[in-house]
């Protein structure tokens, strides 16, 4: 029988693992840590999920209807634990176990296609006919360089525990994204000062309207993708208003929610209004503690709150074997299939703007269909998979993608994914 090796027990290494024995094969899964649950176990105290608690959820297996709409961090990774242990995870991933390496086995066919070894920090090394990788992309961490030193105190949005770790009453917050919205919230919150740098516009979007969970509004599931993109820029225009209504906002240079960033946060908006959070533009250089701005002001802080995300970081396998677009390893079907390479398989190296959980289980189903397809073809033969989608499909080089709500979209309203690749532009001929 063929056997599979899953890298990392986070949300996506745990949603393949089960995938893919409830399929009947068998499947090893390594965990550097002690721990399931990935970055739920390491996130900032004042996280929240911005996608509802009936959305966000493994398959037939629904989180708690005693969490309130928006589950804390805490509860979310109670609920990993809780179907980790319920689906006898914990039996299965061998904890506290790097992965070193992940290698193709020599083949006079396409990389990868006779299988990878698979090495781990004990030295161990063992042949799998397929790995999904399930590693994560928050915790390689980013931080941009600018001139001079800034000799204050600077913490990275994925080692930010809560405002006890901030030095000073004046913070600035570089990022706007919903990780540095969060920040500059929780430290507003405390009665400090919190400035955010906010280099380009983008649209807000509240968590619920007409009191309900964005996700759970029956009637956007009547509409296309583009025209649900309309109604609910107009539903936030009456509800939160627009950038000119908040001093410093920069306007947004997309016109619709899907051709740019978007931020699922109000409360930064509401804190703007209150005078706890101020708006600033683009750093120019640091001096000391002084942070000289692209207008020309200069304002001394305390402290530094990076929320400028991380690198899509593989460091067990080889770079040369990757082919990175925009600094992202580009892949097919969905995000899953990394160019050039066969029986390998990224889970949750994607981010869409919804909720992402459900989505690990439909990457790896369609990995197993791959993997079905690998395993018919005849021994001397590869089955082509990667070949075939690169002639099919554009390549992805995004992890942030749009979603939209209704039949066949992401999400749908039962909470159920279907991935939606770009198809390829069809070639016109020269004339």
Same mark, same amino acid.
Request: glycine residues 10%.
């Given at each position: ?6 890298? !990392? ?30 970055h739920w176990q390491r996130d900032y105290d004042a996280l929240h999920l911005i996608t509802s608690r009936d959305m966000t959820h493994f398959e037939d297996y629904p989180m708690p209807t005693e969490y309130p709409h928006f589950p804390r961090r805490d509860q979310v990774r109670s609920? *990993? ?66 001139? !001079? ?30 990780? !540095?919205?969060? *920040? ?84 930064? *908006? ?67 299939v990394p160019e050039g390479l066969e029986k390998l398989y990224f889970i949750g190296m994607i981010a869409p703007r919804g909720p992402q959980i459900p989505i690990y289980g439909v990457q790896t189903k369609a990995a197993i269909r791959m993997i079905a397809l690998q395993e018919a ?55």
């Open positions: 029988m063929t056997r599979y090796c899953v890298v !990392g027990a986070g949300a996506a290494g745990i949603s393949a693992l089960e995938q893919l024995r409830e399929a009947g094969y068998r499947v090893d899964c390594y965990e550097k840590t002690d721990r399931v649950g990935g609920y *990993l634990e809780s179907y980790a242990r319920d689906k006898g995870h914990y039996d299965i991933i061998r904890f506290n176990t790097a992965v070193t390496s992940v290698v193709p086995i020599p083949t006079k066919g396409a990389t990868g296609s006779a299988g990878w070894t698979v090495t781990l920090e004990t030295g161990e090394t063992i042949d799998y006919d397929g790995v999904l990788v399930a590693n994560g992309h928050l915790w390689d961490q980013k931080v941009p360089q600018f001139p !001079g030193t800034f000799t204050g105190k600077q913490i990275h949005s994925g080692s930010y525990r809560n405002v006890g770790d901030v030095e000073g009453g004046r913070v600035l917050v570089v990022g706007a994204g919903n990780s !540095g919205c969060d *920040l500059a919230v929780d430290v507003a919150q405390h009665r400090l000062e919190a400035d955010i740098v906010i280099r380009e516009g983008t649209y807000f979007q509240p968590k619920t309207y007409f009191g309900k969970p964005r996700q759970e509004v029956e009637f956007l599931a009547e509409f296309s993708a583009d025209e649900q993109d309309l109604i609910v820029r107009l539903l936030a225009r009456v509800s939160i208003g627009e950038w000119l209504n908040y001093p410093g906002m920069p306007q947004p240079k997309h016109r619709t929610l899907a051709e740019g960033s978007t931020v699922v946060n109000d409360l930064l *908006l509401y804190w703007i209004h209150h005078g706890r959070i101020r708006v600033v533009p683009g750093i120019e250089r640091f001096d000391g503690k002084t942070v000289h701005f692209t207008d020309g002001t200069a304002r001394e802080y305390d402290t530094i709150l990076w929320a400028t995300g991380f690198h899509a970081s593989l460091p067990f396998i080889d770079e040369s074997l990757l082919r990175r677009s925009r600094n992202v390893p580009v892949r097919y079907a969905g995000g899953i073809a005849a021994k001397d033969k590869d089955a082509g998979i990667g070949a075939y989608l690169s002639a099919l499909q554009e390549p992805e080089d995004r992890i942030d993608i749009a979603a939209s709500f209704g039949k066949n979209r992401w999400p749908t309203r039962t909470g159920c994914w279907t991935l939606t690749p770009r198809p390829r532009t069809p070639r016109t001929s020269q004339v």
